[in-house]
């Protein structure tokens, strides 16, 4: 017959104690951090899917700041594109006025003074900045894109450092055109720089418009090169050369007479407006897309961030109902403990 000694009473007593405790000391931390475990070793399973959900979230917030910044970015060139498009409008309906008879020198030489602050007023939209970056130079965002220069050939604008070629006063002789624009740097296209944001699983788009997508690259027919057209025939002229340099395979200049009216020139404008609308309707259907894919990703957001919540969080009232009986079954074990550890052989043998 197995014989019980008061030391293994003892001994059970002591290891049930702490057992219910240990019991209750995990029931309270799972109250007061709201938490299901505390190491992984509590439960691996919880621990592993904790790991994946919790990288998936984290994605998924990067994605959505990715997004914000770009539809800011993309809304920044929007306004610019519309702001350009609202100077390019005043600058025709000026031609129109100056295209009647009945203008006289001194109107079309108020008119000339307001298109030449209007074609500034363009290079300061074109070199507008979003987050300490300039949108419409391509990759080159640390440095303004446009400027206007005055040279022997005009006032002329460069994009990047480099001129835009284009249209001279017939008067200009061609040696000298030739010298100038062989002995400087002459803007050609290095092809589409876009800025791409990445904004989900493999999933990227471009959220930039090159500032010559949407003025013109062709030399004699971007938008500067109209402005320039109408100047010169504010003062009178009814002739201009167009330049157009190659840089390869060694740097040409070609140059040609044209004829110049008032007429030509809206007809340009009309083509430079039409070139702004294509630019803001494609960036509008980069930003649809922009937005449809940040109400994708809040929706994912939830549903994980709600996977995450169920695989982690502790359900309160049901923690709280543990830590209650925790507490009543260790009290009780005490309770016991405490009359079966005072009593021994001894007591009954006096």
Same mark, same amino acid.
């Given at each position: 017959?197995?014989?019980?000694?008061?030391?293994?009473?003892?001994?059970?007593?002591?290891?049930?104690?702490?057992?219910? &405790? #240990?019991?209750? #000391?995990? =029931?309270?931390?799972?109250?007061?951090?709201?938490?299901?475990?505390?190491? $992984?070793?509590?439960?691996?399973?919880? &621990?592993?899917? =904790?790991?994946?959900?919790?990288?998936?979230?984290?994605? /998924?917030?990067?994605?959505?700041?990715?997004?914000?910044?770009?539809?800011?970015w993309q809304e920044v060139t929007d306004s610019a594109l519309n702001d350009l498009g609202d100077v390019v409008q005043q600058i025709r309906d000026y031609t129109v006025q100056a295209s009647t008879d009945t203008m006289t020198e001194e109107d079309r030489a108020k008119i000339k003074t307001n298109i030449e602050e209007l074609k500034k007023q363009a290079v300061q939209i074109l070199?507008?900045?979003?987050? +300490?970056?300039?949108? *419409?130079?391509?990759? !080159?965002?640390?440095?303004? $894109?446009? %400027? /206007? @220069?005055?040279?022997?050939? +005009?006032?002329?604008?460069?994009?990047? +450092?480099?001129?835009?070629?284009?249209?001279? =006063?017939?008067?200009?002789?061609?040696?000298?055109?030739?010298? *100038?624009?062989?002995?400087? $740097?002459?803007?050609?296209? @290095?092809? !589409?720089?876009? /800025?791409?944001?990445?904004?989900?699983?493999?999933?990227?788009? !471009?959220?930039?418009?090159e500032g010559q997508e949407a003025t013109g690259e062709a030399s004699g027919s971007n938008l500067f090169d109209t402005i320039d057209k109408l100047l010169l025939a504010l003062d009178g002229n009814t002739s201009y050369k167009t330049v157009t340099v190659a840089t390869e395979p060694s740097t040409s200049v070609s140059i040609s007479s044209n004829s110049l009216d008032i007429d030509s020139v809206l007809t340009d404008l009309d083509n430079d407006l039409d070139r702004l609308l294509t630019a803001r309707s494609d960036l509008g259907a980069r930003m649809n897309y922009v937005n449809m894919t940040k109400d994708r990703l809040s929706a994912d957001y939830n549903t994980y961030t709600k996977l995450m919540s169920n695989n982690e969080?502790?359900?309160?009232?049901? %923690?709280?109902?543990n830590v209650s009986t925790a507490q009543y079954v260790y009290e009780a074990s005490l309770s016991v403990g405490a009359k079966v550890i005072s009593n021994s052989l001894v007591d009954y043998l006096r």
């Open positions: 017959m197995l014989r019980i000694t008061n030391n293994m009473m003892v001994s059970n007593t002591v290891r049930n104690i702490n057992s219910n &405790a #240990s019991r209750l #000391s995990k =029931a309270q931390d799972q109250m007061s951090s709201q938490s299901k475990i505390q190491l $992984p070793s509590d439960d691996p399973v919880v &621990a592993s899917r =904790a790991i994946k959900y919790r990288s998936y979230v984290s994605r /998924i917030e990067q994605y959505q700041k990715n997004t914000d910044d770009a539809l800011s070199n507008t900045s979003y987050g +300490g970056r300039y949108i *419409f130079g391509g990759y !080159a965002t640390d440095q303004e $894109p446009y %400027a /206007i @220069e005055s040279t022997d050939m +005009g006032d002329k604008v460069t994009f990047k +450092g480099s001129y835009l070629g284009g249209v001279v =006063a017939e008067s200009l002789d061609d040696t000298d055109i030739t010298d *100038f624009y062989t002995d400087n $740097p002459v803007y050609s296209t @290095e092809g !589409a720089q876009s /800025i791409q944001y990445n904004l989900g699983y493999s999933n990227s788009i !471009a959220i930039n418009v969080d502790v359900d309160t009232a049901e %923690a709280s109902m």
